[in-house]
């Protein structure tokens, strides 16, 4: 049972403008929720990451926004550059921390 | 969906023993494989990456005497915690990388396992 779900495999975005990727979870227990990108022939790292206390959370050009009453995450990358071209994963923690990973996105950033 | 399984999910330890973590590709042979450890609240630090057949890369500052990698075969890795101490407890979790049939962009994440030295 997918508990976090990401519906869009892929997303392509002009140099410049607003990418907008997001994640849906079923579990109203979740109280952290995490962003990672993930380059080809490398693992996953860390982007960004949201506690269930708040609805925002800004790093740069990285932007979490969290909907807890639709149970809704979103990553805003503004403005979009090539090199952010990944796969990018929402991840999210119960109380325990275990964690609970979507099937990613595919972002391409075209110049 | 790809599936990676770990296992065990939760397991408590004696100060002093070793514990062996699985990490299985059910449905694809994984290349590669990544070992991660999360404190609480905090992101996934890498400690490793593992080619099937080959010695695994450690990450700096990750004792690599301490976490033995194995990786067998294309189905399977392991991380073995050995000695283990209460600083070691944290969530330890596998990520796979599969080979032809899947795009090379993508990773699979196994359920991650929870040790607790006592």
């Known amino acids: 049972d997918q508990q976090v779900k990401q519906n869009s495999p892929s997303l392509s975005v002009q140099e410049g403008r607003i990418s907008i990727l997001n994640c849906d979870y079923t579990?109203?227990?979740?109280?952290?929720f995490l962003w990672y990108k993930k380059y080809p022939a490398e693992g996953p790292t860390f982007l960004i990451s949201i506690s269930s206390i708040k609805d925002k959370n800004e790093d740069g050009r990285f932007t979490v926004f969290l909907n807890k009453s639709a149970k809704h995450l979103s990553l805003h990358i503004v403005p979009s550059q090539p090199g952010d071209s990944a796969v990018y994963f929402c991840?999210?923690?119960?109380?325990?921390?275990?964690?609970?990973f979507g099937t990613g996105t595919s972002l391409t950033v075209i110049p | 969906g790809a599936v990676v399984s770990q296992h065990p999910s939760r397991v408590i330890c004696k100060s002093g023993t070793s514990v062996k973590i699985e990490c299985r590709s059910l449905?694809?042979?994984?290349?590669?494989m990544f070992w991660y450890r999360q404190f609480p609240k905090q992101s996934l630090m890498l400690m490793a990456t593992?080619?099937?057949?080959?010695?695994?890369?450690?990450e700096q500052g990750v004792e690599k005497d301490k976490f033995l990698i194995n990786h067998a075969s294309l189905t399977l890795s392991t991380l073995t915690v050995t000695s283990a101490h209460p600083e070691d407890s944290s969530f330890y979790i596998c990520?796979?990388?599969?080979?032809?049939?899947?795009?090379?962009?993508?990773?699979?994440f196994g359920q991650g396992t929870r040790l607790t030295v006592v």
């Open positions: 449905d694809f042979q994984a290349t590669t």
């Open positions: 593992s080619n099937e057949g080959s010695k695994a890369t450690y």
């Open positions: 579990n109203s227990m979740f109280d952290y």
């Open positions: 990520s796979a990388r599969s080979r032809g049939g899947f795009p090379d962009t993508e990773a699979f």
């Open positions: 991840a999210a923690n119960d109380e325990s921390g275990q964690f609970y």
